[in-house]
């Protein structure tokens, strides 16, 4: 993952950019299926998505014959989308 950081901070080029290896793991804020129903009898103001969101260092997915990489620049979680 620094290989790729390191490019975008210096301007690499596109080209350079897909011509990157894609890492076997990355560190990321998610959360759990074994979690996902934790949160089932509380009222909304007593869940605090602290307690569900997570970040370790996560597995790069295999793609499918139809799916892609993005590289994505920017990005954020807020309660919405835990829920």
Same mark, same amino acid.
């Given at each position: 993952?620094?290989?790729? !950081?390191?490019?975008?901070? +210096?301007?690499?080029?596109?080209? #350079? !950019?897909?011509?990157?290896?894609?890492?076997?793991? *990355?560190?990321?804020?998610?959360?759990?299926r074994?979690e996902?129903?934790?949160?089932?009898? *509380?009222?909304s103001? #007593?869940? #605090?998505?602290?307690? +569900?969101?997570?970040?370790?260092?996560?597995?790069?997915?295999?793609?499918?014959?139809?799916?892609? *990489? !993005?590289?994505?620049?920017?990005?954020?979680? @807020?309660? @919405?989308?835990?829920w």
């Open positions: 993952m620094q290989e790729i !950081l390191d490019a975008i901070q +210096s301007d690499a080029s596109g080209e #350079d !950019l897909a011509n990157l290896a894609i890492p076997e793991s *990355y560190r990321a804020a998610h959360v759990r074994d996902q129903t934790m949160w089932e009898g *509380y009222e103001a #007593d869940k #605090d998505p602290r307690k +569900s969101l997570h970040v370790d260092e996560v597995a790069t997915p295999e793609l499918a014959p139809d799916e892609v *990489y !993005l590289a994505v620049m920017a990005s954020s979680i @807020n309660f @919405n989308t835990v």
